[in-house]
């Protein structure tokens, strides 16, 4: 790649914004292993879910989040959008959405779209929250062995720190940040209890995902 093109896949990041929001991420979670193991992506969801409020769950494929709001919060709203016209939902593109919700979701996309891109998509999202509701991202765990690489279309690594410190440049406030851990009960039990200290020592993680939670501030918060 020639410097040129490097310039433009760069073009419009600000690396000094981008190195401090990384920073402010460090300050509160130091390492990979201060990050809260969660089971499912849905555990994380759910807490940040209003009784009755609305999901849009961005990336959505198959809508398999879906199936956890009808199981755990019937009450709530699920609405869908994906770019793939061969499957049903409420949306096809961004554009086409005229409305808010409480809490938007973006599972397994991010990492698909250059750093540029990601940074405008979560702004995008961001605008598409209602004040004081939340934009939840998923990304593989660059610290789990082979959980990026083993996708020929990723094009971005996120490591936590970096994922929490984008949604903090799109106006969010400082995220939640977990892991995802799902796995037969002795394992997970094995894992969580003496394995963690084999995988700290040598630097891996188990976790295959990680998820940050950032909120958008309430109207009066956001007046300067």
């Not at 992506?41 to 769950?57: E, F, K, N, Q, T």
């Not at 409480?102 to 929250?129: F, K, S, Y």
Request: glycine share 10%; with cysteine.
């Amino acid at each position: 790649m020639t410097v040129g093109e490097v310039e433009a896949k760069t073009a419009g990041i600000d690396w000094s914004a981008q190195y401090a929001e990384r920073r402010r991420v460090q300050g509160r979670y130091r390492r990979v292993w201060n990050l809260p193991v969660k089971k499912r992506i849905w555990d994380v969801a759910r807490g940040y879910l209003p009784h009755g409020g609305s999901l849009l769950d961005v990336g959505a494929h198959e809508r398999k989040l879906e199936r956890f709001v009808k199981r755990d919060a019937p009450e709530a709203e699920y609405r869908s959008m994906d770019i793939d016209r061969r499957l049903p939902h409420d949306y096809y593109s961004l554009d086409d959405i005229d409305r808010p919700f409480d809490l938007v979701v973006l599972c397994e996309v991010i990492e698909h779209l250059p750093l540029v891109e990601g940074g405008e998509l979560v702004a995008r999202l961001a605008a598409l929250t209602r004040p004081g509701g939340h934009v939840l991202l998923t990304t593989p765990n660059v610290f789990c062995p082979g959980q990026y690489l083993r996708d020929a279309t990723h094009c971005t690594p996120y490591c936590y720190d970096e994922l929490g410190g984008l949604m903090l440049l799109a106006g969010l406030e400082l995220p939640d940040l977990f892991r995802i851990y799902n796995a037969p009960a002795f394992q997970r039990a094995l894992r969580l209890g003496i394995g963690v200290w084999l995988h700290r020592y040598l630097g891996v993680d188990f976790a295959g995902t990680i998820v940050a939670a950032g909120r958008r501030g309430t109207e009066e918060s956001e007046r300067p």
